[in-house]
């Protein structure tokens, strides 16, 4: 598991200095806040796209900050966890 994170955690500051926008950042944390809401309740991205309603690999290029996120995803994201759309954004 350290491994994982380390890894996690050198591939996103690689993308954030090889970008170097504010976007980036901002992907990269809501996804990966998404990715920690979603084992905290014990459920699989695939559990979460049928709790919100969006397709599972659009789930994981989320968490891994690989695609932008509309306001009607985040919605969906949000009931899908059953947490306010605020806890999606706490970094």
Known sequence: MLNYTLTTVILKLL?????GSMHTKILIDFGHNISILRRRKGMTQEGLAMNSGLHRTHIGMIERAERDVTLTSIS???KGLE?????LFRF
Request: charged share 15%; glycine share 0%; net charge neutral.
């Open 76 to 78: 969906k994201l949000a």
């Open 15 to 19: 993308i954030i200095l090889l970008l």
């Open 83 to 87: 947490v306010s759309i605020n806890e």
